[in-house]
């Protein structure tokens, strides 16, 4: 499995604590890169700017990826741009929300 499976398959355990649902399949992680070894860049976006729980989740994020015995630092780029929207879930996402 390539490493960036692995990430996508960690971040997987992180949840939104409102929807109950993980942060990959709610389509708030955008791009996932490696600058340099032991490094990852983690582009994501929050389903709302007034998130009340921004920090909990992007901490989330981090705490989740500096585990993974690859992974020495985690940098995480929150972008409001593109917009969140619900046609960014996976349909696994989508099926949690009964739709």
Same mark, same amino acid.
């Given at each position: 499995m *390539?490493? @960036?499976? @692995? &990430?996508? =398959? =960690? $971040?997987k355990r992180v949840l939104d604590p409102e929807l109950n649902i993980n942060v990959v399949d $709610? #389509? $708030?992680?955008?791009?996932? *890169?490696?600058? *340099?070894? #032991?490094? &990852?860049? &983690?582009?994501m976006t929050l389903t709302t700017p007034g998130c009340p729980l921004h920090d909990s989740i992007t901490s989330g994020v981090k705490y989740c990826l500096e585990e993974m015995d690859e992974i020495s630092n985690v940098d995480v780029n929150l972008v409001w741009e593109p917009a969140w929207s619900p046609e960014k879930?996976?349909?696994? #996402? $989508? @099926?949690q929300l009964g739709r």
């Open positions: *390539e490493l @960036k499976e @692995k &990430v996508m =398959n =960690n $971040l $709610l #389509g $708030l992680i955008y791009d996932v *890169e490696f600058p *340099e070894e #032991g490094t &990852v860049l &983690v582009t879930m996976t349909p696994e #996402g $989508l @099926k």
